[in-house]
């Protein structure tokens, strides 16, 4: 698992993160990207990615947004 502390939305993290992939798929040997995944309703954000492995299976990520702020904070920066 890898954590961020960050500021601003969750949909822009979101964004970012898929762009990121996207623009890092060589070095992250990325085969497939997901961008409608749903695990549970409870994670709109939700998406999966599948890279390769040398010699081993492909492995595929869920990367999972968690809002960690207090109720009533959504809106902040």
């Not at 993290?13 to 085969?31: G, P």
């Not at 990520?61 to 809106?75: A, S, V, Y």
């Amino acid at each position: 698992m890898i954590g961020y502390v960050q500021t601003d939305t969750l949909e822009r993290w979101h964004s970012e993160l898929q762009e990121r992939v996207r623009n890092e798929a060589s070095e992250l040997k990325l085969e497939n990207s997901e961008a409608t995944v749903r695990f549970l309703e409870a994670f709109p954000l939700e998406w999966a990615s599948t890279h390769r492995r040398d010699g081993l299976d492909p492995v595929r990520l869920l990367h999972i947004l968690f809002d960690c702020r207090k109720p009533g904070h959504e809106n902040e920066n």
